[in-house]
């Protein structure tokens, strides 16, 4: 028997004016949105649509937007949970599933992204680590590359594995940008993402153990009503 996984899309990098059209068009995307503001306490509308792309992608604005557009347009097409055996998200959308599924209120999501956010900027305020997409080149010819970055004292790690030819890599921007060129002679292409911290790799240890104090132990939340898979 075939089984059905709803998936939520991540974070990604957001350009003035980008997704403006879901919030004119669908009042559900404008409902969240003036939730969200309440919440927050700042116009998320204002925020999420200026023209200061760095406050929107370096702070918790972008995430926050992102995942009030999802909710309205899950809200808009009146997705019925139980047709789905799973709910998914890569990254932030499996955040946006576990309020979607249940698990906690949508406050409680933002709070979540804020306390996420500042957990992360704490430990890494500066610009030495990051993300670079990598596309166009075999999932083992990366691992390949990214194993003889490392064994010359640099430090790469898988993020996402996206395609059979594509993969996000984290860690120090330096490597990354070795990476590129390597990933280049290969016939590949290396993309960085503009912000990100060390994302889903073993150096986020220290912020997955400041987020727990600081936001997780406060609160409680409920089992999802269907599972939830997270990368």
Same mark, same amino acid.
């Given at each position: 028997m075939m089984k059905k996984a709803l998936i939520l899309p991540p974070q990604m990098t957001i350009r003035t004016g980008h997704l403006l059209e879901y919030y004119n068009q669908f009042e559900e995307v404008q409902s969240y949105f003036d939730e969200a503001s309440e919440v927050l306490g700042i116009s998320l509308y204002d925020s999420f649509f200026s023209d200061n792309e760095k406050l929107i992608n370096e702070s918790h604005i972008g995430r926050c937007g992102i995942v009030s557009i999802t909710c309205?347009?899950?809200?808009?097409?009146?997705?019925?949970?139980?047709?789905? &055996?799973?709910? @998914?998200?890569? &990254?932030?959308? @499996?955040?946006? &599933?576990?309020?979607?599924?249940g698990s906690y209120s949508f406050a409680t999501m933002l709070q979540m992204i804020v306390s996420m956010v500042d957990s992360e900027k704490a430990i890494y305020s500066d610009d030495r680590f990051g993300n670079y997409m990598f596309y166009n080149i075999s999932q083992k010819k990366l691992l390949e590359i990214m194993e003889e970055t490392n064994k010359q004292g640099h430090y790469v790690a898988p993020c996402m594995f996206t395609a059979d030819n594509q993969m996000i890599i984290t860690g120090e921007l330096t490597a990354l940008e070795k990476m590129g060129w390597d990933v280049l002679k290969s016939g590949g292409l290396g993309v960085h993402i503009p912000y990100s911290p060390p994302a889903h790799s073993s150096m986020m240890g220290e912020v997955r153990d400041l987020f727990k104090k600081s936001f997780m132990e406060s609160h409680e939340f409920e089992n999802p009503s269907i599972p939830n898979i997270c990368n």
């Open positions: 309205g347009l899950l809200k808009r097409l009146n997705m019925n949970l139980e047709e789905y &055996s799973f709910i @998914s998200g890569p &990254s932030l959308g @499996s955040i946006t &599933s576990g309020y979607i599924s």
